[in-house]
Nanobody, 123 residues
Framework: VQLQACGGGVVQAGGSLRLSCAAP????????IGWFRQAPGKEREFVAS????????NYADSLGGRATIARDRSKNTVNLQIDTLRPEDAAIYYC?????????????????WGPGTLVTVSS
């Protein structure tokens, strides 16, 4: 299963980050999708996840309500938006396909990973 994440790049602090994860239609429809990130020198951490039907979403507490994850079924994508961007949001962001319809915050809940997209926050 190939995933493609896009939307990374340089984003100004205080602005909004919008990332998109494209997955094969069957995978995008039947499995939970999650976003993780890894900053330099740090471990990969959970950001957000969404269930197969979009009914359940889960967010990392550390984001303080700044993130929104949503499905776009017309495009077979899962989109992540983070508002009020901070320097500590700079990282490589990865999307991943869950092992089931509902996937949690553990990396073990996911079976396929995209290559990641780099996000840099400028001050």
């Amino acid at each position: 299963v190939q995933l493609q994440a896009c939307g990374g790049g340089v984003v100004q602090a205080g602005g909004s980050l919008r990332l998109s994860c494209a997955a094969p239609r069957r995978t995008a429809t039947n499995n939970g999708i999650g976003w993780f990130r890894q900053a330099p020198g740090k471990e990969r951490e959970f950001v957000a996840s969404i269930s197969w039907n979009g009914a359940r979403t889960n967010y990392a507490d550390s984001l303080g309500g700044r993130a929104t994850i949503a499905r776009d079924r017309s495009k077979n994508t899962v989109n992540l938006q983070i508002d009020t961007l901070r320097p500590e949001d700079a990282a490589i962001y990865y999307c991943a396909v869950g092992r089931s319809a509902y996937s949690g915050a553990s990396a073990r809940d996911y079976q396929y990973w995209g290559p990641g997209t780099l996000v840099t926050v400028s001050s």
